[in-house]
């Protein structure tokens, strides 16, 4: 299946060899929100500008890697602040509840920093995993510092393959890009049927409970 973000790759490319350290930054602090850019397409076209001399490998790592932290810290803060109002009102009608935001926090509180970090540091989990930390309210403090951290690896990976691969740098990008969303995907997937197995398992021991 060919990647659905091929028609960006020109303007991407473009938007970075136009004005460099600024463009990579500010197209990750985009990424690091939604995604609609993804940084398989900045990255590693930064690595190869890196390869030809137009740019320094190490600041672009640490230049998308700011960024990218900025845009975790605002999905993060855009799950606190809307997301659990939304799921405390609606959430009953996709089978969420209070029960789940608790859960969440207990989650987050208890497996938060590792998951984090290696969430950030994996193609599709990268994409999602801030909302859900905002959502079960992980300290910010430890958010900002996993999810930079583990930004940091995605980031190097990618600068680097774009740096050896040069002008082949988009065979990585076309590849991992249809891996990250096969991995959204099931990620999202095994999320609704862990909520509904606990769900299911809470009512079985109620009626237990009171038989």
Same mark, same amino acid.
Do not use: D, Q
């Given at each position: 299946m060919p990647s659905l973000f091929l028609g960006l790759t020109e303007w991407i490319t473009g938007f970075v060899a136009a004005i460099g350290y600024p463009g990579i930054f500010l197209l990750?602090?985009?990424? $690091?929100?939604l995604t609609p850019i993804p940084s398989e397409f900045i990255m590693?076209?930064?690595?190869? %500008?890196?390869a030809r001399g137009d740019l320094n490998l190490v600041a672009v790592i640490a230049v998308g890697t700011a960024g990218a932290g900025i845009g975790n810290v605002v999905a993060y803060t855009i799950g606190?602040? %809307?997301? *659990?109002? %939304? &799921?405390? =009102?609606w959430g009953k009608y996709v089978g969420l509840g209070v029960d789940d935001l608790e859960w969440?926090?207990?989650?987050?509180?208890?497996?938060?920093?590792v $998951?984090? %970090?290696? $969430?950030?540091? !994996?193609?599709?989990v990268r994409s999602i995993i801030s909302f859900p930390a905002g959502v079960g309210r992980m300290r910010l403090r430890n958010f900002a510092?996993?999810? /930079?951290?583990?930004?940091? &690896?995605? @980031?190097? !990976?990618?600068?680097v393959s774009g740096y050896f691969l040069l002008e082949r740098w988009t065979l990585f990008a076309e /590849? /991992?890009? @249809?891996v990250d969303l096969y991995i959204v995907l099931a990620v999202i997937g095994g999320i609704? $049927?862990?909520?509904?197995?606990?769900? =299911?398992?809470?009512?079985? =021991?109620?009626?237990? *409970?009171?038989?």
């Open positions: 990750m602090i985009v990424e $690091g929100i590693p076209f930064a690595g190869y %500008l890196a606190m602040r %809307l997301g *659990r109002p %939304l &799921i405390a =009102r969440a926090e207990s989650w987050f509180k208890k497996y938060g920093p $998951g984090v %970090l290696v $969430g950030h540091a !994996v193609p599709g510092i996993f999810s /930079t951290a583990g930004a940091s &690896i995605w @980031n190097t !990976v990618l600068v /590849t /991992t890009e @249809n609704a $049927g862990y909520v509904y197995w606990r769900k =299911r398992r809470a009512k079985r =021991r109620a009626a237990s *409970r009171s038989g």
